[in-house]
Nanobody, 116 residues
């Protein structure tokens, strides 16, 4: 089976940075062959797709994170990453990764808390 595990979250002050990673394991899933996305869910909100990267490298970001977040992947390590700079209070959420074409069971997510 394929499993997704997110890591890298933590507690930071506004303006600071975090780098999230998503590890995908399993014999039948290669992360780089799919469009991959980072999602987040804040209290009272639906899960929101904030960034995606297509197999060809094309990226799309939601307006609220554009210019601050960068999605990337390391094909050799089979990981998906999200560099988050200039974090704001409204970025506080649990962050998840997943494939868009063939969604997998959600991983545990990683908590990002931005507090002033």
């Amino acid at each position: 089976q394929v499993h997704l595990v997110e890591s890298g979250g933590g507690l930071v002050q506004p303006g600071e940075s975090l780098r999230l990673s998503c590890a995908a394991s399993g014999s039948y899933f290669s992360l780089y062959t799919y469009t991959m996305g980072w999602y987040r869910q804040a209290p009272g909100n639906q899960r929101e797709l904030v960034a995606r990267i297509h197999s060809g490298g094309y990226t799309i970001y939601t307006d609220s994170v554009k210019g601050r977040f960068t999605i990337s992947r390391d094909n050799a390590k089979n990981t998906l990453n999200l560099q988050m700079n200039n974090l704001k209070l409204e970025d506080t959420a649990v962050y998840y990764c997943n494939a868009l074409e063939i969604p997998l069971p959600w991983g545990p997510g990683t908590q990002v808390t931005v507090s002033s």
